[in-house]
């Protein structure tokens, strides 16, 4: 028995042996390394804060200084680090030190989220009716991410309408199947107007249920299948269009590179993740189609420590722009924070986790689909619509960070992106098509050519 | 007892709910509809505890057996997996072909899952509980390799979201409903009920009357057949076994390969009684339910007995279910109802001491004399709580 | 394909990634030793952890003190391994189930309370990276352990003298009589109750520590069921290092490493099923043990509750 101990701590000793021997070969070699040491940082942040005072990006001079003063400091491995990436870090962090002081960086959500206003909510409801909803979320309504983007939502309809004429109930984390049919049943049962099931997974318990209650009206996400096709005539369908705000910080995050090293940290390849990180890795091929964004499906939509890692995993790599979606990525978002890469929020806006390093998120706001649904149910039709949240109809925002300088020609490029999309001069479904048609590079540089007219402002 | 500390837990309960301004009046009186209170609502109660009848006469076995089954939730997606798998690749069968023979192969998935940690653990002293728990993980990413490959609907691969399932499982596949057959009786026995509270209408499907017939065939494998004596003998004193000339390794084996069978078998019977599809969407727990770790609650409640597992699974199916209508009713977070679990799991199993002088030597425990003052428990539930 | 991984700057960031990853399973792990040592299994790591991770970094969040929060994550461990013992030391309660229930008890409340006392996710300062005088300075040696914030040192350092305690103690000797042979242990005037007590209650503070390094050193941040079932491979550990606290640590290095391996095979883009990469720890744990062969029995009165005079 104590064999096997022996064996196993010879095995770590020849790990480590190698590692030392690979050390020996490369010494020379400048392998991005994550320079965010203590020592590095304190200084290269101590020369840069006087710098940065001045707003203006002068920064030439004494961003020179901070890299030097750091390359000081830090004897070993931090020296290794690219000169660029220590000077952008370097004022990175003197801007966080000057905007946000030690406890307003953990505590103010309040100023990112003032940023975004609720747009106004158009629900023309009768006097005196009451408008009855209840939804099924499979994940918790704090989740920061999906169910929370609908638990919001419905928040802000009750809001502009009042809390008698407009009521909501939430069935949160009915993750199993059985459960949230029951639910959907029950509710139906009680005389809701309309009952969401706000998970892809439903939707085959919807198709049972919803023919029993033709008075009711259901409506099921994401999806565009309204089982219109199966005479079922009581059911909307919505879905958001996450991949045309993945492209637009695939567009942002290819310019901001510095490394041209991008990671993304995504749960199971399916859905909404798919979809966002498919349109983000398309927006970044579309400015640098040499760029190979990172992709890593962990296989869990919970495991922080895992996402932190695999984050951990990126930066080590010489990512210094990374994004992810699903509620395990505060995970990896401190991972960024901690060695100041920059980070793209989707679902919800992610900016108090790491006010520093957000350049922006993109947010769902499911008032515009609820509201047409709202609307239509009002006026007697009770299903058979899809809808979708997109760019053009404002249900997907892009909330930018304020506290976070972005270079004006990157939020300019974002801008074109953006109206691109919505003007249908870039179809992002259509450009992720052909990536993924076309595997090797040249052709994926064409193909994201042909469809991708983003005009290169100050480069 | 165990009704005892029921009513303890959900007193505590009621402190919670007073806390979280619901009034637990409302609130119980929902659980009790939500689980009992029509056909409809029974109905839903037997469906949930039909897996975890089975999970748990499994789970009886492995106990007896003298081996600690935790991966109840890796077999059931193994289980789930060879029913979908077979499902999918026999359009055509009728349903008396395919139905026992799907349910025949997520018996025996379930059991080389379950085999597997019993082979480890007879002839290479890895202990079950390591390995069931790290077999569960493996199942799980198993099944979603297969559910986005393999498997996949072919309608999703082209799809932009690709939804990580499969298409809907041949009609003929589905478990037949029984709520027309349980009117007939009724009506049979001058019971015939109102139009509005006829069984017809329930989803209620023919997996519960399999796990009530297999505990009793479970019953009497274990005290009627030399087999399950053996079993028990193992379970009981591994040492006197092998002396008295019994190949214990392979018993032990057995009881994981039964045990894992069962909840292979409750996998098989959610996928062509509940869901008619097997989906990736959501993980493991989706799909499981947390039946492969609740059928434990069960078995153990019901006194590792399979008799004593029927109303075990059904009182726990009831709080599951019922549960969820109190969280809708009063619209409290879900993690109350987690607690409220929680506590009542807690309470029954702290409560069994005062009950447990007739029951004595089981497989894990010592006999105890009674001891402790009613209310102790629930004084260290609070200190849990502070 | 090999050659990417066999690189200087990728077995460093491995190896130290598996050390961080490592941190949680070894303090949950060295603490469920001490129990199962003495005799009590339990399920409820898992629990507990959430309830650690939980009040820490409450009160670190309440008063941005540090102390603080590992102080308040001691407390509840403490409170909660009590509970504990009690259920299945003087209630003798089966201690499988009662797990099960000490675990959804924990992933409950901590939910309930999370829920109850913030909006939505937020972030504190946590513990910050300490790099030890001259030793993070050697080349590779330094990087791998000598970069790492204080609650990782304190995760190794209590291997040491976990083993110290159990094996060269009085103490030590009379938790493993307790575990072997507790009515020899009682009639020699051992308090097999005391010693249980002390044991699990010490496993719930360990459990609580567990979680409160992701939730205030390494993640900085709380989220609702946040351990994702790491309570669990924790007491898997605990067989996998056949109750012994350098084994318990060899297992949990290598389930970490192994997991930190299969990340930067991603990130180094060699196509390899994600998948069937995220089973590779799973799978290697198992086979480790397989091929060690290991001969080792568990305390023979685990999972037993004691009864005198039998």
């Known amino acids: ?459 | 007892m165990p009704v005892l500390a029921v009513v303890a837990a959900l007193l505590i309960g009621a402190v919670i709910l007073l806390l979280m301004d619901a009034d637990p009046i409302r609130a119980y009186r929902a659980l009790y509809d939500g689980a009992f209170g029509t056909k409809n609502t029974f109905a839903d109660t037997l469906i949930k505890a039909t897996p975890l009848l089975l999970v748990g006469i499994g789970i009886c076995i492995s106990f007896r057996g003298g081996v600690v089954n935790i991966g109840g939730e890796g077999q059931m997606i193994v289980g789930g997996l060879a029913a979908t798998a077979l499902a999918l690749s026999m359009p055509d069968a009728r349903a008396e072909v395919l139905i026992p023979l799907c349910l025949a192969a997520s018996f025996v998935a379930g059991a080389i899952w379950g085999g597997i940690a019993g082979v480890l653990k007879a002839y290479f002293n890895v202990n079950e509980i390591l390995s069931t728990v790290m077999l569960n993980q493996i199942a799980t990413y198993w099944m979603i390799y297969l559910m986005s490959n393999t498997l996949i609907d072919p309608e999703q691969i082209s799809a932009a979201s690709r939804i990580p399932e499969t298409d809907r499982l041949p009609r003929q596949s589905d478990l037949p409903r029984i709520g027309p057959w349980l009117d007939s009786i009724y009506e049979w026995l001058g019971l015939s009920s109102a139009e509005s509270s006829r069984w017809a209408p329930t989803l209620l499907h023919i997996g519960i009357i399999i796990g009530l017939v297999l505990a009793v065939v479970v019953w009497i494998f274990l005290w009627r057949t030399t087999v399950g004596y053996r079993i028990r003998a193992v379970g009981k004193n591994p040492r006197a076994s092998r002396y008295a000339g019994i190949r214990v390794k392979r018993y032990m084996v057995l009881s994981l390969l039964l045990s894992g069978g069962f909840a292979g078998l409750a996998g098989g019977i959610q996928v062509l009684g509940v869901r008619h599809r097997m989906s990736a969407e959501g993980g493991a727990i989706a799909f499981t339910g947390n039946a492969g770790f609740n059928g434990i609650v069960a078995a153990l409640f019901g006194k590792l007995h399979p008799l004593g597992t029927i109303p075990a699974s059904i009182l726990f199916g009831a709080l599951l279910v019922g549960g969820n209508k109190l969280q809708r009713t009063v619209q409290v977070p879900s993690a109350l109802i987690t607690v409220l679990i929680s506590l009542v799991i807690i309470f029954v199993v702290s409560s069994d001491l005062w009950s447990r002088h007739r029951a004595r030597r089981r497989v894990t425990l010592a006999a105890q004399e009674p001891a402790s003052p009613p209310g102790a428990s629930a004084a260290a539930e609070m200190d849990g709580v502070r | ?310």
């Open chain 3, 1 to 310: 394909m090999i050659d990417q991984l066999l690189d200087s700057s990728v077995l460093i960031g491995i190896a130290a990634s598996g050390i961080r990853l490592a941190t949680p399973y070894l303090y949950a792990a060295i603490g469920e030793t001490f129990g199962q040592r003495s005799g009590v299994l339990n399920l409820g790591v898992e629990g507990i952890m959430l309830m650690g991770a939980f009040s820490g970094f409450w009160a670190v969040y309440t008063s941005g003190s540090l102390a603080l929060g590992v102080l308040a994550a001691l407390l509840v461990g403490l409170l909660m391994g009590l509970g504990t013992a009690f259920i299945n030391v003087t209630l003798k309660a089966e201690q499988g189930i009662s797990g099960i229930g000490i675990f959804l008890f924990g992933l409950g409340l901590s939910e309930l309370l999370f829920q109850q006392s913030f909006d939505g996710v937020v972030t504190v300062r946590g513990f910050p990276k300490i790099r030890v005088p001259l030793l993070s300075e050697v080349p590779v040696i330094g990087e791998i352990f000598f970069q790492h914030n204080l609650l990782v040192y304190v995760a190794f350092a209590l291997v040491p003298i976990a083993w110290f305690v159990l094996n060269r103690t009085t103490l030590g000797l009379k938790i493993r009589a307790v575990g072997q042979n507790p009515q020899a242990a009682d009639a020699m005037g051992i308090s097999v109750a005391r010693v249980r007590y002390l044991t699990v209650t010490f496993g719930g503070m360990m459990a609580a520590m567990a979680g409160a390094s992701l939730s205030i050193a390494l993640l900085n941040v709380f989220q609702q069921n946040m351990t994702a079932g790491q309570g669990f491979i924790a007491v898997a550990l605990v067989y996998f290092g056949s109750w012994r606290p350098f084994g318990v640590m060899a297992g949990a290095l290598l389930f970490s490493t192994v997991n930190a391996l299969q990340l930067w095979v991603r990130t180094k883009g060699i196509d390899i099923p994600a998948e069937y990469a995220s089973m590779a720890p799973y799978l290697l744990t198992i086979l480790a043990l397989v091929l060690a062969a290991q001969r080792v029995d568990q305390p023979a009165a685990l999972t037993k509750p004691f009864e005198r005079g039998e």
């Open chain 1, 1 to 459: 028995m104590k064999n096997r101990w022996i064996l196993l701590i010879a095995l770590l000793i020849a790990a480590l042996a190698l590692a030392a021997c690979g050390g020996d070969d490369k010494e020379e070699t400048p392998t991005p390394q994550p320079p965010a040491t203590e020592v590095a940082t304190e200084a290269a942040t101590e020369a840069a804060t006087e710098a940065a005072t001045e707003e203006a990006p002068t920064e030439e001079a004494a961003t020179e200084e901070a890299a030097t003063e750091a390359t000081e400091a830090a004897t070993q491995e931090v020296a290794m680090a690219p000169e660029e990436t220590a000077t952008v870090e370097a004022t990175e962090e003197a801007v966080t030190e000057e905007a946000a002081t030690e406890e307003a960086a953990t505590e103010e959500a309040a100023a990112a989220e003032a940023a975004a206003t609720p747009r106004p909510i158009n629900i023309e409801l009768p006097e005196g009716r009451t408008f009855r909803v209840a939804v099924v979320t499979p994940s918790t309504g704090t989740d920061l991410a999906f169910s929370q983007s609908m638990a919001d939502s419905l928040a802000e309809v009750q809001a502009a309408l009042g809390e008698d004429r407009f009521e909501y109930a939430i069935s949160e984390n009915l993750f199993v199947v059985e459960d949230a049919a029951t639910a959907i049943r029950d509710y139906a049962t009680q005389g809701y107007d309309l009952v969401i099931a706000h998970g892809s997974q439903y939707g085959s318990s919807l198709e049972e249920i919803a023919p029993d209650f033709p008075e009711v009206a259901f409506a099921w996400g994401t999806t565009v299948n309204t089982f219109k096709d199966e005479g079922i005539n009581n059911v909307y369908a919505y879905e958001a269009r996450s991949e045309q705000g993945g492209y637009v910080f695939g567009v942002m995050a290819a310019r901001l590179t510095q490394s041209n090293v991008i990671g993304v940290v995504g749960p199971i390849e399916t859905g909404d993740a798919k979809l966002y990180i498919d349109g983000f890795v398309a927006g970044v091929k579309s400015v640098n189609p040499e760029i190979d964004p990172i992709v890593n499906y962990i296989q869990s939509f919970g495991d922080l420590a895992l996402a932190a890692e695999a984050a951990g995993a990126m930066l080590a790599n010489g990512a210094d722009v990374l994004t992810g979606t699903a509620q395990m990525v505060p995970g990896a978002i401190q991972k960024a924070s901690e060695e100041g890469a920059l980070w793209f929020g989707t679902q919800a806006n992610q900016t108090n986790l790491a006010p520093e390093i957000v350049v922006a998120n993109q947010v769902y706001d499911w008032t515009v689909v609820l509201e047409e649904i709202i609307n239509r149910v009002l006026a007697g039709e009770l299903g058979g619509e899809a809808y979708a949240i997109t760019l053009e109809n404002g249900g997907l925002r892009i909330e930018y960070n304020e506290d976070y300088a972005l270079p004006e020609d990157v939020r300019a490029a974002a801008d074109a992106a953006v109206e691109a999309i919505v003007s249908g001069e870039v179809d992002v479904m259509a450009a992720i098509e052909e990536l993924a048609g076309a595997p090797a590079t040249e052709e994926a540089t064409e193909a994201a050519e042909e469809v991708t007219p983003t005009p290169t402002s100050g480069g």
